[in-house]
């Protein structure tokens, strides 16, 4: 039997692939440990074909990043709308929880390499600006909890990021696959121990 000819790769396809693989290869061995030469031997491509697409390390870091922040609030936004109208803070939570769940078990490298570059300067403008409105998203709930009288007091930023750690130090020493290896009943104990920092106890 002959076999059949492989099918050419769109190009569209070989831009998502070098993405995809420069993310892979960021959330081993950070951006700073990966050069370029290593994504085209991981991805199967010779060198100039990333440098079609991306004319240098920084630019295909930004768009990695790029890539990857948009792909996490977009979870999020679409978590936060799941089921209409919030009732309390708590729910609220339980839809954040959930899209961030969602997005750290779908796409783990991408996650992983999202904690290693929050804050590297190779980051462009843009990407900054899709950091901040994250972090803006996650610090007016914060806010409209604290305004509630829901949410212990203390700088947003601050508390977002002591939640967030909590998160990223759960993902960072599970197995092979994430947050997708936990049982349900032990992601629901996480998140119950994520709200009790959040969570301001009733007062007397």
Avoid: C
Avoid at 42 to 64: C, D, M, Q, T, W
Avoid at 72 to 97: D, I, K, N, Q, Y
Avoid at 143 to 163: H, S
């Amino acid at each position: 039997m002959t076999a059949k000819p492989a099918k050419p790769r769109a190009k569209g396809d070989l831009s998502q692939l070098l993405l995809d693989t420069a993310i892979e290869l960021f959330a081993e061995r950070t951006y700073e440990g990966t050069q370029v030469p290593a994504v085209a031997q991981r991805a199967g491509v010779g060198v100039g074909s990333i440098y079609r697409y991306f004319p240098g390390k920084e630019a295909l870091g930004n768009a990695a990043f790029q890539y990857a922040k948009g792909g996490l609030l977009a979870e999020l936004a679409a978590a936060h709308t799941e089921g209409g109208p919030v009732g309390s803070t708590r729910e609220e939570f339980g839809r954040l929880w959930r899209g961030l769940t969602r997005y750290a078990g779908r796409h783990h490298a991408a996650f992983v390499f999202l904690e290693h570059q929050q804050h590297d300067t190779f980051l462009a403008p843009e990407s900054l600006a899709l950091a901040a409105e994250v972090d803006s998203f996650a610090t007016d709930f914060i806010v409209r909890g604290q305004q509630a009288g829901e949410l212990r007091d203390g700088e947003p930023q601050l508390i977002v990021a002591l939640a967030l750690g909590a998160f990223a130090g759960l993902v960072k020493h599970l197995p092979p696959g994430g947050i997708a290896t936990l049982p349900p009943e032990a992601l629901t104990q996480a998140e119950d121990a994520v709200w009790a920092l959040l969570h301001r106890e009733a007062t007397a």
